[in-house]
Each structure stands twice: as structure tokens, then as C-alpha cells.
Nanobody
Framework: QVQLVESGGDLVQPGGSLRLSCTAS????????MGWYRQAPGKQREFVAVVTTNGNTNYADSVKGRFTISRDNAKNMQYLQMNSLKPEDTAAYYC??????????????WGQGTQVTVSS
């Protein structure tokens, strides 16, 4: 059974930092692109960041320069380091894994989400 479990969400003041973690089980992480989406109340889920199987990264413009995504295939984990947090970063953050290598190509898995609240 495949599971993605996020951790690290918390209440933080504006300008603060958080590190989110996502642990994957039941998959071989090296066959998957891994990333994060977020969803604020009343808004659609939006892309945050992705790290490909060869380590390339891509970010939403709204987080570029503040967030850093990374992965550790040996541990089947990915991370999202979030710095200079703003109130508009408040959302539930979801990790995902998208298969890119046969036979798991286009297989998608999602975590249950972790809440990040940025407020003074």
C-alpha cells in the first residue's frame, strides 16, 4: 500500500521559517517526480514546487527565492524548506509523487496534507 505522509506544519509568525517533510512508503521514490501543492480556504489547490528524478527543480513564482525543495531517495523522503513566510502562504500543504519511469509512469499519489498558518 502506498502512503505519503507530511509533517512539519505549524503556526509561525510572518518572516519565519518552517521545514515540511514527506515520507513515502510503498514506492521507489527514484521513479517519481515529487513535489508540493497547497490549498488555502476557499481557493483552488495550487502548485508550489517540484523536484524531478534527476534533481531539477521548479517553483511557483509566488514562492521562488523563498522556498527550497529537496529529496532524499535513499530515505524515500522529500522536503520543503520555507523561509520568509508571509500570511498569504497560509494553506494546507500536500505532497505528491508522480511516476515518470515505466512501469509507474503517470501514477499519482497524494498525502493527506499538513497545515501551515502564518500569522502574528
Amino acid at each position: 500500500q502506498v502512503q505519503l505522509v507530511e509533517s512539519g506544519g505549524d503556526l509561525v509568525q510572518p518572516g519565519g521559517s518552517l521545514r515540511l517533510s514527506c515520507t513515502a512508503s510503498g514506492i521507489i521514490a527514484s521513479a517519481y517526480a515529487m513535489g508540493w501543492y497547497r490549498q488555502a480556504p476557499g481557493k483552488q489547490r495550487e502548485f508550489v514546487a517540484v523536484v524531478t528524478t534527476n534533481g531539477n527543480t521548479n517553483y511557483a513564482d509566488s514562492v521562488k527565492g523563498r522556498f527550497t525543495i529537496s529529496r532524499d531517495n535513499a530515505k524515500n523522503m522529500q522536503y520543503l524548506q520555507m523561509n520568509s513566510l508571509k500570511p498569504e502562504d497560509t494553506a494546507a500543504y500536500y505532497c505528491y509523487a508522480k511516476g515518470v519511469i515505466f512501469p509507474v509512469r503517470d501514477t499519482n499519489y497524494w498525502g493527506q496534507g499538513t497545515q501551515v498558518t502564518v500569522s502574528s
